[in-house]
């Protein structure tokens, strides 16, 4: 196999920014320097070079829906999206809650080989919240995050044990948190825009009250604790306290929560309907200045295909979540004042540490693994379609600024320009 060039790219490397050549061969990158030739190039001028991305939270459906998506449909999107791993959530058909079915997915990613696909496992037997998962075999076959994403963990005391178990060896709880009883009925944020439609609210104390209960947990364990898609101002407030007593916490926004707030419900379209819904426009200020400052350590796409029969339907009856693999690099560039630096932090060296996943969110470096993400942050575009098999998108049609033009997954090129490699 040639070599592969990627040419005056501005390189984030561990001495800084470089405005350099990068050679790859054999998934490596062997060479980094000005001038470089003798291969197959790629030009990145004016674009910045970084590690692959890394998602620490999103849905391939696979096994059990893959009419909405599937591990090879989620490869292909996420590696349009300049993504070089995936963790995929445990709320299959059936749920990733014992060693075989993890073994399966990883299995799956690794035969499709677009991205690294990583199993998150499920925290509760079927996700149903009464007693454990086989955290013994998970643990066993690799996972080291666990979620029973979809569904808070409600019951305290089951928690608390979970919790117990995974301190004593390093793993991490992702937590949706969500209280059912304050959630149960609700259909979007409650608030001014609820009450013009007259609709059911969610109010943001749904949010909060969990990540209170938890954090006391986690004082009380000394477990590792992550939160989803964090989506609230006190929320904020309370990881950053957290953190400030040297808690092991970190926290997520996805991508939907930086760009919109709850006013874009009024057009009743349910590519918003999301779960916690879209806030205000506080709470979404405090995210973005959440992930600018550090607070919130990471981007996380919490991508969730639905076809279009379940979604296109009114309000009230569409399930909840949109697609977000493609498109995460771009909204956070444009709606977030990241430098280069904290792009990839925040959307891959943070994930991947986070995540305990070897060769992933590494600055490029000579004898390296390339896993790479090119990214043009001036490009200004607009969206209108998606590799994904779903199409429930917010973001058709909204003008956004930076693109990813290449992605490499261990050596080889695996999207340009938002397509995928065949």
């Given at each position: ?104 997915v990883a299995n799956r990613g690794a035969e499709v080989g677009l ?261 043009n942050p001036a490009v200004e575009w607009t969206p209108s379609a ?37």
């Open positions: 196999m040639s070599d592969l060039i990627l040419v005056g790219g501005i390189v984030l490397t561990a001495r800084g920014l470089e405005e350099t050549d990068l050679r790859i061969r054999d998934g490596l990158i062997v060479e980094i320097g000005p001038g470089l030739e003798g291969g197959a190039t790629i030009d990145c001028s004016g674009a910045w070079v970084g590690p692959g991305l890394v998602d620490l939270h999103a849905h391939f459906r696979e096994p059990g829906q893959e009419w909405k998506e599937d591990i090879e449909s989620g490869s292909r999107t996420a590696a349009a999206g300049g993504y070089t791993a995936v963790f995929a959530m445990p709320n299959t058909d059936p749920a990733t809650d014992s060693g075989h079915v993890a073994r399966f991205v690294e696909v990583r199993p998150v496992g499920a925290i509760t037997k079927r996700r149903a919240g009464k007693e454990l998962a086989h955290l013994d075999e998970l643990w066993a076959v690799g996972v080291r995050v666990f979620s029973d994403d979809g569904d808070v963990v409600a019951d305290a005391g089951l928690l608390r044990q979970a919790m117990d178990y995974l301190a004593a060896r390093g793993g991490v709880i992702s937590q949706h948190a969500v209280d059912v009883g304050l959630s149960s009925g609700g259909f979007m944020h409650e608030g001014s825009v609820s009450s013009l439609l007259g609709m059911q609210g969610i109010p943001s104390a749904a949010d909060d009250v969990i990540l209170v209960r938890d954090l006391r947990l986690v004082e009380m364990t000394g477990a590792r604790y992550h939160v989803q898609h964090l989506s609230t101002a006190t929320g904020v407030r309370l990881i950053a306290a957290a953190k400030a007593k040297g808690l092991p916490v970190t926290a997520e926004v996805t991508p939907h929560h930086l760009a919109f707030d709850h006013t874009a419900v009024e057009t009743t379209d349910p590519a918003f309907k999301m779960m916690p819904p879209l806030r205000s426009e506080e709470d979404r200020d405090a995210l973005r200045r959440g992930l600018e400052d550090g607070t919130v350590d990471i981007v996380g796409t919490d991508h969730a295909p639905h076809a279009a029969h379940e979604k296109e339907v009114p309000w009230e009856h569409a399930p909840n979540g949109v697609l977000g693999l493609e498109w995460a690099a771009a909204v956070v560039n444009t709606f977030t004042d990241l430098d280069q630096a904290a792009f990839y932090d925040r959307l891959s060296a943070a994930p991947a540490r986070i995540g305990q996943i070897d060769g992933q969110g590494m600055l490029p470096a000579e004898g390296g693994p390339a896993n790479l993400a090119v990214f998606t590799v994904s098999k779903s199409e429930n998108s917010p973001y058709f049609d909204l003008p956004l600024r930076g693109r990813v033009t290449a992605t490499i997954y261990r050596g080889r090129v695996t999207a340009r320009d938002g397509v995928p490699a065949d």
